[in-house]
Each structure stands twice: as structure tokens, then as C-alpha cells.
């Protein structure tokens, strides 16, 4: 009974390079949500997605950031022309989304961005 | 407007005893739930416990109880009988019904359990 998958767990990319980062649901989870953890700092929400659909995506920036959940495969996160400021601590949860309040979301280990 | 508060940014405790940590949350939405996760040192996020806006009592789950009083609009997390393995970061988190499955955390309490 596998929890969220992340990968890579650590990931350090140059300036200007383009960042991947891949998230498998638990399973039955229809429903993943890509948050992101400056150093001691909460986590703030990016976006929410079902399978090939972004449903929320009010905490993404406008610019070279974009996710997509494939109807095979993984979520996937990406970041193109990293900056610096793009260094953190990046959180996949899925749920099953069976109910706004009480659904729970389970968290993967993260993938910490490094930009050099 | 904060949505979550945590006004502790450190606490301590000694091992065995009890500890709570406060949260309070600001929302006009009468539909919301709470939850409360857990990040050791190693950095994962674990999830511990949930209230639901219209649950009449407070949730337990183990060691950790949430003691949540509506009209205050707080959802405190007790942990009683600390043992060293609780040091940790510890986050409060609400979602809404208005705000779909958003989930929006509060900046964290750090806890640090004395032998």
C-alpha cells in the first residue's frame, strides 16, 4: 500500500536550466495538489489537478512554472529558466475527493530544488 | 488577513508531559475542516488529525487531540505523554468549501522535547 511517490528527492539545477518534478498519487487517489516550503516557512498552495484537468491553479506563478496530471502516468511539475528564488522544498498530496472539508490530503517525502 | 495563525514559533517540553499548541484560523465560510500535520527533521509531512466545522466533538487520534473551540475560532492540537520522537515542526491547516480543495497552512510551531 504505496503513500504519494516523489522524485528525484533532491534536485539541483543551474540557473536558467528547467526543473521536472514527478508525483505518483496513492492509489485511488484521483486528485493531486502541488504545494511549495520556502525554508521555515508553511506550505503555500500552486495548484490542484484531476486527471487531465488543472482545476485550481491560483497559487502558480504566471510565468515558467506549469503542471500537468496526465490521464497515464505521473503529475509532473515544471519550472523552466529556474532561478534562485525557485529553490525549495516542493510537496505533492493526493486525496480521493470525496468532500471539500473533510478530505484529506496525503503528503509525498518532497522534492528539494537546489538552484545553483 | 492571516488565515491560519500559529503564535508560537518554538515551544518546549519536557518528556512525558503534556503540550499544546495553538492554532486559531480566520474564515466566513460556516464549512471548513482543520488539520493538523506533522515534519520531523527529515522533512516529510505527516498528517495527524482532522476537525470538521460541524463535528460536535473534539477529535482524537492517540497521544494528539484537538481541542476545538468554534466560537473562538481556534483548533488547538494537544499532545499528551511527549516522547523525544515528537520534536518536530508541527502545521495547522484549514480548507473551505468555498475554496475547493485548497488547503491553507499555517506557518508552523516547532517543538523541541527534553529528556
Known amino acids: 500500500n504505496a503513500g504519494v511517490m516523489q522524485n528525484p528527492r533532491h534536485l539541483v539545477r543551474r540557473r536558467g536550466q528547467e526543473a521536472r518534478l514527478r508525483c505518483s498519487p496513492m492509489?485511488?487517489?484521483?486528485?493531486v495538489y502541488w504545494y511549495r516550503q520556502l525554508p521555515e516557512e508553511g506550505l503555500k498552495f500552486m495548484v490542484y489537478l484531476q486527471k487531465e484537468n488543472i482545476i485550481d491553479e491560483s497559487g502558480m506563478p504566471k510565468e515558467r512554472f506549469s503542471a500537468e496530471f496526465p490521464k497515464e502516468g505521473p503529475s509532473i511539475l515544471r519550472i523552466q529558466q529556474v532561478v534562485r528564488g525557485d529553490s525549495a522544498a516542493y510537496f505533492c498530496a493526493s486525496s480521493p475527493g470525496q468532500s471539500r472539508q473533510t478530505d484529506t490530503q496525503y503528503f509525498g517525502p518532497g522534492t528539494r530544488l537546489t538552484v545553483l | 488577513a492571516q488565515k491560519i495563525t500559529q503564535t508560537q514559533p518554538g515551544m518546549f517540553v519536557q518528556e512525558k508531559e503534556a503540550v499544546t499548541l495553538d492554532c486559531t484560523y480566520d474564515t466566513s465560510d460556516p464549512s471548513y475542516g482543520l488539520f493538523w500535520y506533522k515534519q520531523p527533521s527529515s522533512g516529510e509531512m505527516i498528517f495527524l488529525i482532522y476537525?470538521?466545522?460541524?463535528?460536535?466533538q473534539n477529535a482524537t487520534e492517540g497521544r494528539y487531540s484537538l481541542n476545538f473551540q468554534k466560537a473562538r475560532k481556534s483548533a488547538n492540537l494537544v499532545i499528551s505523554a511527549s516522547q523525544l520522537g515528537d520534536s518536530a515542526m508541527y502545521f495547522c491547516a484549514m480548507r473551505e468549501r468555498t475554496g475547493g480543495f485548497k488547503t491553507i497552512f499555517g506557518a508552523g510551531t516547532r517543538l523541541f522535547v527534553k529528556a
Open positions: 492509489k485511488g487517489h484521483s486528485h
Open positions: 476537525q470538521g466545522s460541524y463535528d460536535q
